[in-house]
């Protein structure tokens, strides 16, 4: 059973940084993509972030050059560096493993206010 738990949420003033993690089992993580999503208050989901299993990565517009995705396969852990926090990046955050697009996480929540 593929299981993903995300932590590493919490509240974060603007321009601040965070680090996302998640840990997923029941399944290699090495040779498929892999992602974080967020859902915003008003229940909106996007995908913000993806690495292939060859290094590419691919960024929202929203994050990119603020926000870093990063893998490490042997320990299953996907993660997400957030740096310069804004408010609009309020949402829960869902880490992704795309060969289980229908497993879900309970996500984490960032909160970013001062």
């Known amino acids: 059973q593929v299981r993903i738990v995300e932590s590493g949420g919490g509240l974060v003033q603007p321009g601040g940084s965070l680090r996302l993690s998640c840990v997923v089992s029941?399944?290699?993580?090495?040779?498929?993509?892999v992602g974080w999503s967020r859902q915003f208050p008003n229940k909106q989901l996007f995908e913000i972030a993806r690495?292939?299993?060859?290094?590419?990565?691919v960024y929202d517009d929203d994050v990119k050059g603020r926000f870093t995705i990063s893998r490490d396969n042997n320990k299953k852990m996907v993660y997400l560096q957030m740096n310069n926090v804004k408010p609009v990046d309020t949402a829960v955050y869902y880490c992704?493993?795309?060969?289980?697009?229908?497993?879900w996480g309970q996500g984490t929540q960032v909160n970013v206010s001062s």
């Open positions: 992704r493993h795309f060969r289980f697009v229908d497993v």
């Open positions: 029941g399944t290699e993580l090495a040779a498929y993509s």
């Open positions: 690495l292939d299993s060859d290094g590419t990565t």
